[in-house]
């Protein structure tokens, strides 16, 4: 980190869900700077889960001075939460938005004597350092804006380039953040890909995010994978098996498939519906380039699990793949039926012809007809 930009946030293993549905097993940062000059401006505050921390820090980085400004580049609650907090002590301080965020404070309950208001591009001189705003609406919220300042070649980046997980985990980066990437920001590709254009234009040496680590020598490697996800590109070629078993007949022709497409240099990743984690399960679907779906039939449709994971990818607008699939059914075959309807309301989804239904459980023909539709999987 540059010597005037002091980090000032904190990180929590005390919380199961974030945003009450992404598991974090690995818990959570809330990220919040200080950049030290001859104003002093605060970038974002945190969740309420971590005032005491924040407060400690805050305290210490400013060292008995007082801030002139608090830069709001995002109103969710997970990074407003204290911004009240800050009024309390500094009554003067001044709050640094985009006039979409000036009309939404009201609604969080924040009045502030002293709001200014920015557009794109516009300047804000600390002394020494200069801040430059730069609009982000629907990353992922409509009011983002993220902030450069040019002499130190920081990037405060709001939620993008963030990802799950205590700054006091060792973790792969990509991972966290690939699954934090398209569970919470992948539907807006779009204005993801329109930030990507401004950044592009701008020397970034170390990229400050509100979640996840302080990113610097990786930056041209995270810049390059938000520009894949961004587009809804496939990130490898592979295949992803998402299976959801009722008596486990399904579960084992799932593992024969794999097994199968492994023999044949495939690249595969697979998962339980019934037993994972489905933010996870959504991740690893948009990272390869194809993938398998296995489920029972289920009250003239498709087994839950199976219809709740579909969805999950609609809501996020799911495209660009080759999409195969396999049903299980004793008597009423209807989940290939419900599964393809969904995927042709897809963009861009190629869906294999050839399915697969087996009866019940795996006999030598239905290992056959996987091994054909494997041949087809891999062309």
Same mark, same amino acid.
């Not at 489920?295 to 003239?300: E, K, L, N, R, V």
């Not at 994971?309 to 290939?336: G, M």
């Given at each position: 980190?540059?010597?005037?930009?002091?980090?000032?946030?904190?990180?929590?293993?005390?919380?199961?869900?974030?945003?009450?549905?992404?598991?974090?097993?690995?818990?959570?940062?809330?990220?919040?700077?200080?950049?030290?000059?001859?104003?002093?401006?605060?970038?974002?505050?945190?969740?309420?889960?971590?005032?005491?921390?924040?407060?400690?820090?805050?305290?210490?980085?400013?060292?008995?001075?007082?801030?002139?400004?608090?830069?709001?580049?995002?109103?969710?609650p997970?990074?407003?939460?204290?911004?009240n907090?800050?009024?309390?002590?500094?009554? &003067?301080?001044?709050?640094?938005?985009?006039a979409?965020?000036?009309?939404?404070?009201e609604?969080?309950?924040?009045?502030?004597?002293?709001?200014?208001?920015?557009?794109?591009?516009?300047e804000?001189?600390?002394?020494?350092?200069?801040?430059?705003?730069?609009?982000?609406?629907?990353?992922?919220?409509?009011?983002?804006?993220?902030?450069?300042?040019?002499?130190?070649?920081?990037?405060?980046?709001?939620?993008?380039?963030?990802?799950?997980?205590?700054?006091?985990v060792?973790?792969?980066?990509?991972?966290?953040?690939?699954?934090y990437?398209?569970?919470?920001?992948?539907?807006?590709?779009?204005?993801?890909?329109?930030?990507?254009?401004?950044?592009?234009?701008?020397?970034?040496?170390?990229i400050?995010?509100?979640?996840?680590?302080?990113?610097?020598?990786?930056?041209?490697?995270?810049?390059?994978?938000?520009?894949?996800?961004?587009?809804?590109?496939?990130?490898?070629?592979?295949?992803?098996?998402?299976?959801? &078993?009722?008596?486990?007949?399904?579960?084992?022709?799932?593992?024969?498939?794999?097994?199968?497409?492994?023999?044949?240099?495939a690249?595969?990743?697979?998962?339980?519906?019934?037993?994972?984690?489905?933010?996870?399960?959504v991740?690893?679907?948009?990272?390869?380039?194809?993938?398998?779906?296995m489920?029972?039939?289920?009250?003239?449709t498709?087994?839950?699990?199976?219809?709740d994971?579909?969805?999950?990818?609609?809501?996020?607008?799911?495209?660009?793949?080759?999409?195969?699939?396999?049903?299980?059914?004793?008597?009423?075959? &209807?989940?290939?039926k419900?599964?393809?309807?969904?995927?042709?309301?897809?963009?861009?989804?190629?869906?294999?012809e050839?399915?697969?239904?087996?009866?019940?459980?795996?006999?030598?023909?239905?290992?056959?007809?996987?091994?054909?539709?494997?041949?087809?999987?891999?062309?």
């Open positions: 980190m540059a010597e005037s930009i002091k980090y000032i946030g904190a990180s929590t293993h005390d919380l199961d869900l974030f945003e009450g549905q992404y598991s974090i097993s690995n818990g959570m940062a809330y990220n919040s700077y200080v950049i030290d000059d001859e104003k002093i401006a605060i970038i974002d505050t945190v969740d309420k889960i971590v005032t005491d921390k924040w407060l400690d820090n805050l305290k210490k980085a400013l060292d008995g001075k007082e801030p002139t400004y608090l830069v709001l580049e995002h109103l969710e997970d990074h407003s939460g204290n911004i907090t800050l009024l309390k002590m500094y009554p &003067s301080i001044t709050l640094v938005c985009t979409k965020a000036k009309t939404m404070l609604q969080f309950d924040i009045k502030a004597e002293n709001v200014m208001t920015v557009k794109e591009g516009d804000l001189s600390l002394g020494n350092h200069t801040l430059k705003f730069i609009l982000a609406p629907m990353v992922h919220w409509p009011e983002v804006m993220v902030t450069y300042e040019e002499s130190e070649k920081a990037l405060f980046s709001a939620d993008a380039f963030g990802k799950f997980g205590a700054l006091d060792d973790e792969s980066w990509s991972d966290e953040a690939r699954r990437y398209f569970n919470i920001v992948g539907k807006y590709g779009l204005p993801v890909t329109n930030l990507l254009k401004k950044a592009s234009a701008l020397d970034i040496k170390t400050y995010p509100l979640h996840g680590p302080i990113l610097t020598d990786t930056v041209p490697e995270v810049l390059k994978l938000y520009t894949t996800w961004s587009s809804y590109e496939p990130e490898e070629n592979g295949v992803f098996i998402a299976y959801a &078993s009722m008596h486990g007949n399904t579960a084992e022709a799932a593992h024969k498939t794999k097994e199968i497409l492994e023999e044949k240099g690249k595969v990743t697979i998962s339980d519906l019934s037993r994972s984690d489905m933010a996870q399960n991740a690893d679907a948009f990272r390869y380039g194809t993938l398998l779906c489920a029972p039939s289920y009250d003239g498709v087994f839950t699990p199976m219809a994971f579909i969805h999950r990818l609609k809501t996020k607008l799911y495209q660009n793949r080759r999409v195969a699939l396999v049903e299980n059914a004793s008597w009423a075959p &209807s989940a290939v419900a599964m393809k309807a969904e995927f042709e309301g897809m963009k861009n989804i190629d869906l294999i050839n399915t697969v239904t087996i009866k019940t459980t795996v006999k030598e023909n239905d290992i056959k007809a996987l091994e054909a539709l494997a041949d087809e999987i891999l062309k």
